[in-house]
């Protein structure tokens, strides 16, 4: 697996890039969206100073060195950022995702997540995991779409919002054998549990 830095990627659509500087305003619409965030560990961001300090921090910092994938989603026609994607170098290889409002139901999530998991098939990553709160479960279906499956679920206190969550987590593997589960989450959770009726153990294969 090779170290990488964001590289660029177009769909018929969309232009998956690094975020810039310049990217101030469009960063601030994303991050600042209450009902977009509401599923997320963080609080929206309430000024542009906020947003500076978190488009620092979570993408222009990482830039600096190869350290991952960290996408701003741009529809062709202007280039102009409507969301994210990132993906984790952690052992967990974390993908997560986010689209402005008005975008939504459009494919733009599905098609931008595809189009980044071809990279990291081609780039050597083994396998992504994504989680969703249970009570949101379009992001589930957006990960379905995606090919990923689910593996577990577990409770989590989420910070910096301090409150329980139970998760889902979807798996994809990609350079690594098909039946291996990251089960990272399951071990460190108090409360873990297969949907379904399934025994906990018995209801993760290679367990």
């Given at each position: 697996?090779?170290?990488?830095?964001?590289?660029?990627?177009?769909?018929?659509?969309l232009?998956?890039?690094?975020?810039?500087?310049?990217?101030l305003?469009?960063f601030?619409?994303?991050?600042s969206?209450?009902?977009v965030?509401?599923?997320?560990?963080?609080?929206?961001v309430?000024?542009?100073?906020?947003?500076?300090?978190?488009?620092?921090?979570?993408?222009?910092?990482?830039?600096?060195?190869?350290?991952g994938?960290?996408?701003?989603?741009?529809?062709?026609?202007?280039n102009?950022?409507?969301?994210?994607?990132n993906?984790?170098?952690?052992?967990?290889?974390?993908?997560?995702?986010?689209?402005?409002?008005?975008?939504?139901?459009?494919g733009?999530?599905?098609?931008?997540?595809?189009?980044?998991?071809a990279?990291?098939?081609?780039?050597?990553i083994p396998?992504i995991?994504?989680?969703?709160?249970?009570?949101?479960?379009?992001?589930?279906?957006?990960?379905k779409?995606?090919?990923?499956?689910?593996?577990?679920?577990?409770?989590e206190?989420?910070?910096?919002?301090?409150f329980?969550?139970?998760?889902?987590?979807?798996?994809?593997?990609?350079?690594?054998?098909?039946?291996y589960?990251y089960?990272?989450?399951?071990?460190i959770?108090?409360?873990?549990?297969?949907?379904?009726?399934k025994?906990?153990l018995?209801?993760?294969t290679g367990?």
């Amino acid at each position: 697996m090779k170290p990488t830095n964001t590289p660029k990627i177009e769909t018929e659509r969309l232009i998956l890039r690094k975020f810039t500087e310049k990217d101030l305003e469009a960063f601030f619409l994303i991050y600042s969206d209450k009902e977009v965030n509401t599923f997320l560990p963080w609080f929206p961001v309430k000024n542009q100073e906020e947003a500076k300090a978190m488009l620092e921090d979570r993408y222009l910092r990482k830039y600096r060195n190869p350290s991952g994938y960290n996408y701003a989603v741009c529809l062709k026609e202007d280039n102009i950022p409507i969301g994210y994607i990132n993906v984790s170098m952690e052992d967990s290889h974390d993908f997560g995702y986010g689209l402005r409002r008005e975008f939504w139901q459009r494919g733009i999530a599905t098609e931008a997540g595809l189009a980044v998991i071809a990279q990291l098939k081609k780039d050597g990553i083994p396998y992504i995991t994504a989680t969703h709160d249970v009570n949101n479960p379009r992001s589930g279906n957006v990960m379905k779409r995606l090919g990923m499956t689910y593996r577990y679920s577990y409770e989590e206190q989420w910070q910096p919002k301090n409150f329980p969550v139970t998760f889902r987590m979807y798996q994809l593997n990609l350079n690594v054998e098909k039946e291996y589960i990251y089960r990272k989450y399951w071990d460190i959770s108090d409360v873990r549990f297969v949907e379904g009726g399934k025994s906990c153990l018995n209801g993760l294969t290679g367990f």
